[in-house]
């Protein structure tokens, strides 16, 4: 099976999640809470359905990981894992920072992603060796070498007012250092814009798989870094998320293993 065959439902699917994000946007929408501060709507599930269906229209027999329905695992050694709405709370509000995000992971690697801002109609993607792209133009990491030149950007996560560790610390230390931070609510966005050179660094805790693999691909192929937060390799299931143009990365490393 070839790359560029995943590749082309993945855009396919991505592409079709934003049409059906556009056209609900504005529009009245049941949301419910999965949590305090967590929000699902109805929209998330139409797109994730649709998603599913294209897939398993192509490739029944792989396997898939999505945010909002649980299903069963498969032999394939194929896992799609997709993200079918990732900023709902911005979309819920109508906040123009939204998209859908795909990767596809092989015996337990990310070979490709593919994430889709339909307000920008922004399509940015890669495939594991062959670079990242936007809209199909080459895109590459920013050349800022010091955390104080830095645009970064992060995200809370959403047990928050519960959990101590809540990344209010490490915004304290960074917002001190870096040149501005952002918080725009969506990680995936936030992953392929520091690809795209307009963040030099990204951070964020109790991300899912489905928020980051995409990104993580994206980020890579485009020259950046991720680890976790003490530098080690990135696990996409894990906690810790930390991706950067690789010039800035160890001091944003130094800067997330301070205490306070």
């Not at 027999?61 to 032999?75: A, F, K, N, W």
């Not at 936030?190 to 990104?215: H, I, M, S």
């Amino acid at each position: 099976m070839q790359l560029d065959d995943l590749l082309d439902i993945a855009i396919r699917a991505v592409q079709e999640s934003g049409k059906i994000q556009k056209e609900w946007l504005g529009k009245d929408k049941k949301v419910e809470l999965k949590g305090e501060i967590n929000l699902v709507t109805e929209v998330d599930r139409i797109c994730e359905g649709r998603i599913i269906e294209i897939i398993k229209g192509v490739f029944p027999e792989h396997s898939i990981l999505t945010e909002e329905t649980p299903m069963p695992g498969g032999s394939s050694p194929f896992r799609w894992i997709i993200d079918p709405l990732d900023g709902t709370t911005n979309y819920a509000h109508g906040y123009p920072c939204f998209c859908t995000s795909i990767a596809v992971e092989m015996e337990g690697e990310i070979v490709l992603g593919a994430i889709y801002d339909p307000l920008l109609d922004e399509l940015f993607t890669a495939q594991q060796g062959r670079g990242a792209f936007l809209n199909g133009e080459r895109i590459t990491v920013s050349t800022t070498e010091q955390l104080t030149n830095a645009l970064i950007c992060t995200g809370f996560p959403y047990d928050l007012r519960e959990s101590p560790v809540n990344n209010l610390n490490h915004f304290a230390n960074f917002i001190m250092e870096a040149r501005a931070i952002r918080r725009d609510g969506s990680a995936a966005l936030d992953l392929c814009y520091v690809a795209a050179g307009r963040f030099d660094g990204f951070w964020e805790l109790k991300l899912n798989p489905w928020d980051v693999a995409a990104g993580k691909l994206i980020v890579e192929e485009a020259g950046g870094v991720t680890t976790n937060f003490r530098g080690a390799r990135l696990d996409i299931y894990g906690q810790e998320t930390l991706a950067s143009n690789g010039r800035i990365h160890e001091e944003m490393v130094r800067m997330l293993g301070q205490e306070k």
